[in-house]
């Protein structure tokens, strides 16, 4: 009950009360006693008029703060309108405007380097490798990207002809890679320029710091790694599983003759990447043309296989034809176990014998200690690794080699390797080389 509501209820009692007294009643309430309910009434109206002037006043107030809320909705809202439209203009102008790029946050450096000492059996131990091999990425946008390798190679001056040293030392610097990579959709991918050929699975994940032996399986020599042309290559997804097939479908100039000249008999798997300038002869007749088609099929987490067939063909120096065959294989079990491998046949026309086939093969396999679960961190930190490989030059020289190394991961990307070979040269004693030797070499992946 409001306090308006209560003294109005006891102003009427007392208005009824007085009424409703007897005459001898009224007659007999002396002055002073009227006087003081006089009184009483005079301030309870008081206090009424006074009630409804500060309700009065509550209600003015009332209105005012309704006033002042309505005013400060309207100016809220008209920020946020004003706010909304000064960022549609902005992002309007935005996208008007030619996007800035930094190339900083673009640009990316990666690569590896390496430094190797060795000793062959009969010769004098010696570092015998320094090497810095940077790849340098590039992302233009979402679906534009540009990579390029080098290969920076610190080695004694020697004599090209007779491999003799002739004081001091030299750098090499040499080309890898440069191709220019558009992703077209999900599944397919553009590369052109001087691109990596898949032909086998080594040049692509296994060659420099990825490598777990200091040196390559002798059989990759029969192969080119790059060549001058254009790529398309990517992957399906098959079911649900993380199943994949993937390809490549690709054309590039294809091998040339080691002095470049359409006549000679001595091929240069990586001595073509086109004439001087546009019209220029070409020395191959037609260009080469290759692809490779493989399956990854992971059953759980860790455990995979994935099976490879890659092949090439097209002419060298003229009208002799150059053909390749590789299939190459990958097994991991568990993360500790893996296998792999490759077998390459190569089919070479020679206008002085015939048709010949350089072949070879390659497997390896690795097994790090980690997975025998001992509190032994030395231990736990390094990795056994054994291959064989045997090539076949067919010219008269094959050599079968046997390799046994290790890994010590320093950290996961500083890894010193090293290893023993032990080597038997049929024929011919194939390139010089020994009859075993050991390796040790430092590699540094970025």
Same mark, same amino acid.
């Given at each position: 009950? &409001?306090?308006?509501?209560?003294?109005?209820?006891?102003?009427?009692?007392?208005?009824?009360?007085? @009424?409703?007294?007897?005459?001898?009643?009224?007659? !007999?309430?002396?002055?002073?006693?009227?006087?003081?309910?006089?009184? /009483?009434?005079?301030?309870?109206?008081?206090?009424?008029?006074?009630?409804?002037?500060?309700?009065?006043?509550?209600?003015?107030?009332?209105?005012?703060?309704?006033?002042?809320?309505?005013?400060?909705?309207?100016? !809220?809202?008209?920020? #946020?309108?004003?706010?909304?439209?000064?960022?549609?203009? !902005? =992002?309007?102008?935005?996208?008007?405007?030619?996007?800035?790029? &930094?190339?900083?946050?673009?640009?990316?450096?990666?690569?590896?380097?390496?430094?190797?000492?060795?000793?062959?059996? %009969?010769?004098?131990?010696?570092?015998?490798?320094?090497?810095?091999?940077?790849?340098?990425?590039?992302?233009?946008?979402?679906?534009?990207?540009?990579?390029?390798?080098?290969?920076?190679?610190?080695?004694?001056?020697?004599?090209?002809?007779?491999?003799?040293?002739?004081?001091?030392?030299?750098?090499?610097?040499?080309?890898?890679?440069?191709?220019?990579?558009?992703?077209?959709?999900?599944?397919?991918?553009?590369?052109?320029?001087?691109?990596?050929?898949?032909?086998?699975?080594?040049?692509?994940?296994?060659?420099?710091?990825?490598?777990?032996?200091?040196?390559?399986?002798?059989?990759?020599?029969?192969?080119?790694?790059?060549?001058?042309?254009?790529?398309?290559?990517?992957?399906?997804?098959?079911?649900? %599983?993380g199943q994949q097939v993937t390809y490549a479908v690709y054309g590039v100039n294809g091998p040339s003759s080691?002095?470049?000249?359409? =006549?000679?008999?001595?091929?240069?798997?990586?001595?073509?990447?086109? %004439?001087?300038? #546009?019209?220029?002869?070409?020395?191959?007749?037609?260009?080469?043309?290759?692809?490779?088609?493989?399956?990854?099929?992971?059953?759980?987490?860790?455990?995979? #296989?994935?099976?490879?067939?890659?092949?090439?063909?097209?002419?060298? &120096? %003229?009208?002799?034809?150059?053909?390749?065959?590789?299939?190459?294989?990958?097994?991991?079990?568990?993360? $500790?176990?893996?296998?792999?491998?490759?077998?390459?046949?190569?089919?070479?026309?020679? *206008?002085?014998?015939? /048709?010949?086939?350089?072949?070879?093969?390659?497997?390896?396999?690795?097994?790090?200690?980690?997975?025998?679960?001992?509190?032994?961190?030395? @231990? $736990? *930190?390094?990795?056994?690794?054994?291959?064989?490989?045997?090539?076949?030059?067919?010219?008269?020289?094959?050599?079968?080699?046997?390799?046994?190394?290790?890994?010590?991961?320093?950290?996961?990307?500083?890894?010193?390797?090293?290893?023993?070979?032990?080597?038997?040269?049929?024929?011919?004693?194939?390139?010089?080389?020994?009859? &075993?030797?050991?390796? #040790?070499?430092?590699?540094?992946?970025?």
């Amino acid at each position: 009950m &409001s306090k308006q509501t209560r003294f109005l209820s006891s102003a009427a009692a007392c208005f009824i009360l007085g @009424i409703a007294l007897p005459q001898a009643a009224s007659a !007999a309430v002396s002055d002073d006693a009227f006087n003081a309910l006089k009184s /009483t009434v005079d301030q309870m109206s008081q206090q009424m008029q006074d009630l409804q002037k500060t309700h009065q006043q509550d209600q003015e107030q009332i209105q005012q703060l309704q006033q002042q809320l309505n005013t400060t909705q309207n100016l !809220a809202t008209n920020a #946020v309108d004003l706010a909304t439209s000064a960022g549609q203009k !902005a =992002d309007a102008a935005a996208a008007q405007a030619a996007p800035v790029r &930094s190339a900083l946050h673009n640009f990316t450096m990666v690569g590896d380097a390496e430094v190797q000492y060795g000793q062959a059996k %009969g010769q004098n131990g010696t570092f015998s490798l320094a090497d810095f091999a940077p790849i340098f990425l590039y992302r233009a946008n979402d679906s534009i990207l540009f990579e390029a390798g080098f290969d920076v190679t610190l080695q004694n001056n020697t004599d090209p002809t007779t491999g003799n040293i002739n004081g001091g030392y030299s750098t090499s610097v040499n080309l890898s890679f440069a191709q220019l990579d558009y992703l077209v959709n999900d599944y397919v991918t553009f590369v052109g320029g001087y691109i990596i050929q898949p032909l086998g699975n080594y040049n692509e994940r296994v060659a420099g710091w990825l490598n777990k032996m200091p040196d390559n399986p002798l059989a990759v020599d029969f192969l080119p790694g790059a060549g001058a042309g254009v790529e398309l290559r990517g992957g399906l997804p098959v079911g649900e %599983g993380g199943q994949q097939v993937t390809y490549a479908v690709y054309g590039v100039n294809g091998p040339s003759s080691t002095d470049g000249t359409a =006549d000679a008999t001595s091929l240069d798997l990586g001595g073509n990447v086109g %004439g001087d300038s #546009v019209g220029s002869p070409n020395l191959n007749r037609n260009p080469s043309g290759g692809g490779r088609i493989g399956w990854f099929y992971p059953w759980q987490a860790h455990y995979d #296989v994935e099976f490879d067939v890659s092949g090439q063909s097209g002419t060298w &120096s %003229g009208n002799f034809l150059w053909s390749a065959l590789v299939m190459d294989a990958a097994v991991h079990l568990g993360p $500790n176990v893996e296998v792999k491998g490759e077998y390459i046949n190569t089919w070479e026309q020679t *206008d002085n014998a015939g /048709t010949i086939q350089p072949n070879g093969w390659w497997v390896q396999g690795s097994y790090k200690l980690a997975g025998l679960d001992l509190d032994a961190p030395i @231990i $736990n *930190d390094l990795e056994l690794v054994e291959r064989y490989d045997t090539a076949n030059d067919a010219n008269g020289s094959s050599t079968d080699r046997f390799t046994t190394g290790f890994l010590y991961y320093i950290t996961n990307t500083l890894w010193l390797e090293g290893d023993y070979e032990w080597l038997k040269n049929h024929g011919l004693n194939a390139n010089g080389l020994p009859a &075993s030797q050991f390796i #040790v070499q430092l590699s540094y992946g970025f």
